[in-house]
């Protein structure tokens, strides 16, 4: 079965820091992968997708993600955090097995930005 | 912006009862989804659902859990007999074309059963 691995469970960050939220994936077929936000209190919003095409992707709110497939990773960049950017942070994996029709979620990043 | 909505936004139940967590999703959407998140972990798929029946669904999904498109809005999810680990986040989601387009989400119901 899939899974998705993200190796940051809590990150503190002062304003301005750059932020690297690292996620894997365990398939090995073609996928579609996302990054989601849940800010407090809020639902979860997309932050950026991959479908194909250009493996560097960038979303909303300044985020970039970069597709290594090699590596079967898609990690979250910003280069300059903002106190709004507190929030948590969830990879997702979408396989072309069974349709897409399965959003596989990772543990989630409690981003924690201190102003 | 279109967005896909739940009701209640907060459910007390107690063990044993019947509940029934509603959602609109998204009006030209085909594909209907539910998860769930237990408070501390993460989202886990449920099941999904198109043309009037469900197209996958994950070993949570047993038969106390039933999906249902009552009518041309509205998409339910019914938990028979609850037990106090149903306690959880439940969201809905839809798609248009899931090879093609992301899930979108709702705001979730809280489900806690006492």
């Known amino acids: 079965a899939q899974s998705v691995s993200q190796h940051n469970h809590h990150v503190i960050l002062s304003e301005a820091a750059s932020l690297e939220l690292g996620c894997n994936y365990s398939y090995g077929g073609t996928v579609n992968l996302f990054w989601y936000v849940q800010y407090p209190g809020q639902h979860l919003q997309l932050l950026l997708k991959?479908?194909?095409?250009?493996?560097l992707v960038k979303g909303i709110k300044g985020f970039e993600a970069e597709f290594i497939k090699s590596k079967f990773s898609f990690n979250l960049r910003k280069p300059s955090v903002q106190w709004s950017d507190t929030a948590e942070y969830f990879c997702?994996?979408?396989?072309?097995?069974?349709?897409?029709?399965?959003?596989?979620f990772g543990t989630g990043t409690k981003l924690q930005v201190i102003p | 912006e279109p967005e896909v909505t739940q009701t209640p936004s907060h459910q007390v139940t107690q063990m044993g009862q019947e509940v029934i967590l509603r959602c609109v999703p998204i009006s030209n959407h085909l594909y209907f989804y539910w998860y769930r998140q237990i408070l501390g972990q993460k989202v886990e798929f449920l099941v999904s659902f198109y043309n009037n029946e469900i197209s996958e669904k994950s070993e949570i999904f047993d038969d106390q859990f039933s999906v249902e498109r009552p009518d041309g809005s509205n998409f339910t999810l019914k938990i028979r007999s609850t037990k106090l680990e149903d306690s959880a986040m439940y969201f809905c989601?839809?798609?248009?074309?899931?090879?093609?387009?992301?899930?979108?989400f709702g705001p979730g119901t809280r489900l806690t059963v006492t």
């Open positions: 997702a994996v979408n396989p072309h097995s069974g349709g897409y029709q399965k959003v596989t």
């Open positions: 991959y479908f194909s095409g250009d493996p």
């Open positions: 989601a839809s798609s248009r074309d899931p090879g093609m387009d992301e899930q979108y």
